[in-house]
């Protein structure tokens, strides 16, 4: 099967902001360690919970929320062990037999494990979000199980299936004592990206459209006024918490410090076309500088810098 080159680069965008810049040469399985979820679940609220990234490649925030009668899982991990593993997580805070899972975008790392979840679980989705796991997510599975022997292992019974619950536009989820909206936000970092708010706890998993002192993964042809709006979508929901797809939480103030930052970095890159360097010399020139200004950063700047000056420039 030769995989288009879109469903690679879907991959390989996913999660760039928890790639460290590997030693040049360094065989797959040192760029990319076993992508396992692992406890303890961390409490944030009330019904809120969250799997926390271990900062490891492709090991996203799970998020899981408790109501009285039912309860959510946001995102899978990849594989339908790591499913399994988050439903011990599950047995450990639940014990309601009515079971929901979604996810915030389409991307193995968030949706391949949904083969783990039992029968009876309802799946749901947005139109988007369906739409885009059934254009492009069989052939994001191969891409990623072809990265290392171990990533195929884990994704190897990885089945997706259509969604019991499609929504549009907005879903309110009542659990039994909690409501959770589940927003469509995107196109952003995917075209089917979903937040979703756990109202009374104020808790947000925003997904990959949220990086914490990292840079977001723009996907190729994306735009970055779309992502101003999804971001403005999130702010518009009042959060107190925000979980994004990897990295460190925080509060709503980390959505604001995203728009600053891609507001400063666009004025940045029309300085230096203005001066007449190329898209590439643009990105090489603001990677050297946002090293020296944030070393504490992941040093994955190359991977995410010039898809976003490709998107600035092409605006």
């Given at each position: 099967?030769?995989?288009p080159?879109s469903?690679?680069?879907?991959v390989?965008?996913?999660v760039?902001?928890?790639?460290?810049?590997?030693v040049?040469?360094?065989?797959?399985?040192?760029?990319?360690?076993?992508?396992?979820?692992?406890?303890?679940?961390?409490v944030?609220?009330r019904?809120?919970f969250v799997?926390?990234?271990?900062?490891?490649v492709f090991?996203?925030?799970?998020g899981?929320?408790v109501?009285?009668t039912?309860t959510l899982?946001?995102?899978?991990?990849?594989g339908?062990r790591n499913?399994?593993?988050?439903?011990r997580e599950?047995a450990?805070?639940s014990?309601?037999?009515r079971?929901?899972?979604?996810a915030t975008?389409?991307?193995?790392?968030?949706?391949?494990?949904?083969?783990?979840?039992?029968?009876?679980?309802t799946?749901i989705a947005?139109r988007?979000?369906?739409d885009?796991a059934?254009?492009?997510g069989p052939?994001?599975?191969?891409?990623?199980?072809?990265?290392?022997?171990?990533?195929?292992?884990?994704?190897r019974d990885?089945?997706?299936?259509?969604?019991?619950?499609v929504?549009?536009?907005?879903?309110?989820l009542d659990?039994?004592?909690?409501?959770v909206r589940?927003?469509?936000?995107?196109p952003?970092h995917?075209r089917?990206?979903?937040?979703v708010?756990?109202?009374g706890?104020?808790?947000?998993?925003?997904?990959?459209v949220v990086?914490?002192r990292r840079?977001?993964?723009?996907?190729?042809?994306?735009?970055?006024a779309d992502?101003?709006?999804?971001?403005d979508?999130?702010?518009?929901?009042?959060?107190?918490?925000?979980?994004?797809?990897?990295?460190p939480?925080?509060?709503?103030s980390i959505?604001t410090?995203?728009?600053?930052?891609?507001?400063a970095?666009?004025r940045?890159v029309?300085v230096?076309?203005?001066?007449?360097?190329g898209?590439?010399?643009v990105?090489?020139?603001?990677?050297?500088?946002?090293?020296?200004?944030?070393?504490?950063?992941?040093?994955t700047?190359?991977n995410?810098i010039?898809p976003?000056?490709?998107?600035m420039?092409?605006?």
């Open positions: 099967m030769s995989l080159r469903a690679l680069l879907a390989l965008l996913a760039p902001a928890l790639v460290t810049q590997p040049a040469g360094a065989p797959p399985a040192e760029r990319f360690p076993p992508p396992l979820v692992h406890p303890p679940l961390v944030l609220g019904h809120a799997l926390p990234d271990p900062e490891v090991v996203p925030n799970i899981i929320v109501g009285e039912g899982v946001v995102d899978t991990g990849v339908p499913a399994r593993a988050v439903l599950v450990r805070v014990a309601n037999r079971l929901y899972v979604t975008h389409s991307h193995p790392d968030h949706l391949s494990g949904l083969a783990g979840f039992p029968a009876g679980t799946f947005s988007a979000l369906r885009e059934q254009a492009d052939a994001g599975i191969e891409a990623m199980a072809r990265l290392t022997p171990v990533m195929r292992g884990l994704l990885a089945r997706l299936r259509p969604p019991d619950l929504f549009e536009g907005e879903h309110r659990l039994g004592g909690v409501t589940l927003v469509s936000v995107g952003a995917s089917g990206d979903t937040a708010l756990v109202e706890d104020g808790v947000l998993y925003a997904g990959d990086m914490n840079f977001p993964s723009v996907p190729p042809g994306g735009r970055i992502w101003y709006r999804a971001l979508r999130l702010t518009a929901l009042g959060p107190r918490t925000v979980v994004p797809g990897h990295g939480l925080g509060d709503a959505i410090a995203q728009r600053t930052m891609l507001q970095l666009e940045r029309r230096l076309r203005q001066s007449g360097l898209a590439a010399r990105a090489a020139q603001v990677e050297r500088e946002y090293r020296q200004r944030h070393p504490e950063w992941k040093a700047f190359p995410e010039p976003i000056v490709a998107a420039i092409d605006e």
